[in-house]
Structure formats: C-alpha cells, structure tokens
C-alpha cells in the first residue's frame, strides 16, 4: 500500500513490514477486535483491517492521528483514531490482537522528548522506556487467547521483554529476527552504543526481533 507520509511522522521501515508480516500470520476470530498501539501512518492498523478486523489506533501525535485516519479513508476502510499516551485511551477494552512498534532505539538522552519525529524513535538510555511500559500496560488488555505482537531491537534487550511479559501471565517468545543495515540514527551512535557495551567494533547492522506473547485461554 502506498501511504501518506508528512514530515515528523514516522514512515514505514524495515520494522514495520517485519510486524506486518507477523500479523499476516496470525489467526484472527471473526470481527477481531484489534488495536494498534502508537500507529504512526496507519501501516499496521490498516493491514489488520484488511483483514476485515474492527481496529483501533493509538498515537500520542497530533499529525500521526491526522495521517492514520487520513490513510485509512484514502484505502477505503474503517479504522478507529484515538490521540493519547500509548493504552490511556482505550481504558477498560479489551482486544484479541494488540499490536506495537514503540520507540525503542537507545540514546545518550535519558527522557524521551516530548515534541518532534524523534518522539518517534527515541527510547531513552537503554531503549526500554516505552517498551518496558508496554510490557505492563498491554498484557490486562489481552482476552483470553488473544495476542501481543511488538517489535523492537535487540539492542534494547529481548530477554527482558520475554521476562517481562512472562511475569505479567503471558506465553511469550521471539518468532521473527531480521538484520537490516544502520539507519542514519544508529549511524550517528555507532561510538556510544560501543562505548555502552551495546555494540561490537565491527558493528554496522541491527538485529529486529518480534515477540509474540499470549494470554492462555
């Protein structure tokens, strides 16, 4: 699909095709009720609802909530946009599919910024300040049987988010790993994540990863 990308909303990457083909195969009821947590375009809202499932997208930016219903209209299906901090604003529901790609890339910033498209990225010194958030607020949302799909990279430390996720009463492990090539972000701190043990010397790909975490029924 092609999408409508303005400036300071995060495009869809390597990432995003990554998760998207892990929602491909997954086993949706009928009318599943689906959410995607931190939309950005719509990328991930819309492959659900192509599927014929009733979504709903999250995203605590203005413009990603303008995009994501923007491209929801221009691909002709129905996708619920809500602005708020990541699952405030669907309090209460509860899904049979949650999906995320949240900002998850380390940085010599502790705190995430609060405005801009680094917002976007930005997951403060260890990566895990969004993720370890999901981590906690996803897994109450989950019906019986449903599921939680996030990607992240591994340099933001899988096997706490396995942990995590296990702690909460989730059936959790990683199903997909894909080594892309440095984006311009990562580049820039190839001498800091180093200088953090987060690198090797000849480090120049990152290692994404899809963890799958589900709640028994």
């Known amino acids: ?15 995003t095709a990554l998760l998207a083909g892990s929602l491909q195969d997954e086993v949706l009821p009928p009318r599943a009720q689906v959410l995607d947590v931190g939309t950005g375009t719509g990328a991930l809202a819309l492959a659900a609802a192509l599927r014929g499932a009733q979504v709903t997208a999250v995203d605590i930016s ?40 949240p900002p998850y890339v380390p940085s010599p910033a502790v705190a995430q910024p609060r405005r801009g498209p680094a917002r976007a990225w930005e997951g403060g010194s260890d990566g895990r300040l969004i993720l370890d958030r999901i981590c906690a607020e996803a897994p109450p949302l989950l019906r019986q049987g449903g599921v939680l799909l996030v990607v992240h990279s591994a340099l933001s430390g899988e096997a706490r988010t396995l942990e995590r996720l296990r702690s909460a009463g989730l059936r959790a492990m990683v199903t997909e790993r894909r080594f892309v090539t440095f984006g311009p972000v990562l580049r820039s701190r190839r001498s800091w994540l180093r200088h953090m043990g987060l690198l090797g010397p000849d480090g120049d790909k990152e290692e994404l990863v899809v963890i799958r975490a589900e709640r028994p029924q």
């Open 62 to 101: 203005r413009r990603a909530v303008w995009t994501a219903r923007l491209n929801a209209t221009l691909a002709g299906k129905r996708v619920r946009v809500l602005r708020g901090d990541l699952t405030a604003p669907v309090a209460g529901r509860t899904f049979d599919l949650i999906v995320t790609n």
């Open 1 to 15: 699909m092609t999408f409508v990308v303005p400036p300071g909303v995060y495009a869809p990457q390597d990432d």
